[in-house]
Nanobody, 125 residues
Framework: QVELVESGGGSVQAGGSLRLSCAAS????????MAWFHQAPGGEREGIAT????????WYAASVVGRFTISQDNANDTLYLQMNTLKSDDAGVYYC??????????????????WGQGTQVTVSS
């Protein structure tokens, strides 16, 4: 059974950095699309970055390109999101998600069945 546990959230000043982690227990024989979603206060959950475990291809939402980096540690299946140059709009809850896939890894068209509990990020100006 896939389990996802996020950590690393907290408070940071605008312009600062945070690294989120997602400890994942995955089926070693399955390829997944791993993703980070962001939900701003009062807003909808939005996919912002994905990585395909089968080939390490990545995708980013326009709002985070050049500032955020998604990566995965092969040794322990931990998913990371390095967030730099944080803005007030980046505040909210961040969730990691996983879905088995043969290669398609776009959160705008893929429905994720496994979710973590979320971690809160606060950005102060």
């Amino acid at each position: 059974q896939v389990e996802l546990v996020e950590s690393g959230g907290g408070s940071v000043q605008a312009g600062g950095s945070l690294r989120l982690s997602c400890a994942a227990s995955l089926n070693a024989n399955t390829r997944y699309c791993m993703a980070w979603f962001h939900q701003a206060p009062g807003g909808e959950r939005e996919g912002i970055a994905t990585i395909y475990t089968g080939g390490r291809s990545t995708w980013y939402a326009a709002s985070v390109v050049g500032r955020f980096t998604i990566s995965q540690d092969n040794a322990n299946d931990t998913l990371y999101l390095q967030m730099n140059t944080l803005k007030s709009d980046d505040a909210g809850v961040y969730y990691c998600a996983a879905e088995p896939t043969g290669g398609y890894c776009d959160p705008r068209g893929l429905t994720f069945s496994k979710w973590g509990q979320g971690t809160q990020v606060t950005v102060s100006s």
